[in-house]
């Protein structure tokens, strides 16, 4: 766990605590599939409008 501590620390800055650490990990897992799902989303309808896009400069 320090080590997380430590490489949050040294990207932001910012100091954080143990605890906040291991809370952020299991609010993350929680949000996991959601997150996957929602990607996948965005992905797919990302696509799906360049294909259109691609076929108005035609």
Do not use: C, P
């Amino acid at each position: 766990m320090r080590l997380v501590v430590a490489a949050i620390s040294h990207r932001t800055g910012m100091t954080i605590g143990k605890r906040q650490v291991e809370q952020m990990a299991a609010r993350a897992v929680r949000h996991f599939d959601g997150f996957y799902a929602l990607r996948d989303e965005r992905r797919t309808g990302a696509g799906s409008l360049h294909a259109v896009l691609h076929e108005q400069e035609r």
